[in-house]
C-alpha cells in the first residue's frame, strides 16, 4: 500500500517563503510522478507543480503559470521525497496542498494522494 504523506504548511506573510514536502512509501518509485495541487473551499483542486522521472529521459517539471518563477519543485530520489519552495508568497497562494503520486503527470490525479497541508498567507 502506497502511503503519501506531506508536511511544512503553516502561516507567513506575503513576500515569505515555505517549503513542502512529501514522502512516499510502500513500493519502489523508479519510473513515476510526483506532484503538487491545491485546493479552496468551494472550488476544484487545482495543479500547482509535478515532477516526473524515469531512467531513460531524466527529470521533467512542470509549473502553472502563476507560480513559474516563485516555486520550485525538486525530489530527492534516496528518500522518495518531493519538495516545494515556495517563495514570494501571496495571499491568493493560500490554500490546502496535496501531493499525489502516480505514473506519470498527466495521470496524477488518478494515484494516491496525501492528507494535505495547510498553507495561509496574510496580507
Known amino acids: 500500500q502506497v502511503q503519501v504523506v506531506e508536511s511544512g504548511g503553516g502561516l507567513v506573510q506575503a513576500g515569505g517563503s515555505l517549503r513542502l514536502s512529501c514522502a512516499a512509501s510502500?513500493?519502489?518509485?523508479?519510473?513515476?510522478?510526483m506532484g503538487w495541487f491545491r485546493q479552496t473551499p468551494g472550488k476544484d483542486r487545482d495543479f500547482v507543480a509535478a515532477?516526473?522521472?524515469?531512467?531513460?529521459?531524466?527529470?521533467?517539471?512542470l509549473y502553472k503559470d502563476s507560480v513559474k518563477g516563485r516555486f520550485t519543485i525538486s525530489r530527492d530520489n534516496a528518500k522518495n521525497t518531493v519538495y516545494l519552495q515556495m517563495n514570494g508568497l501571496k495571499p491568493e497562494d493560500t490554500a490546502v496542498y496535496y501531493c499525489?503520486?502516480?505514473?506519470?503527470?498527466?495521470?496524477?490525479?488518478?494515484?494516491?494522494w496525501g492528507q494535505g497541508t495547510q498553507v495561509t498567507v496574510s496580507s
Open positions: 499525489a503520486v502516480g505514473v506519470t503527470i498527466a495521470t496524477l490525479q488518478s494515484g494516491y
Open positions: 510502500g513500493r519502489t518509485f523508479t519510473d513515476a510522478a
Open positions: 515532477i516526473s522521472w524515469s531512467s531513460w529521459s531524466g527529470d521533467t517539471t
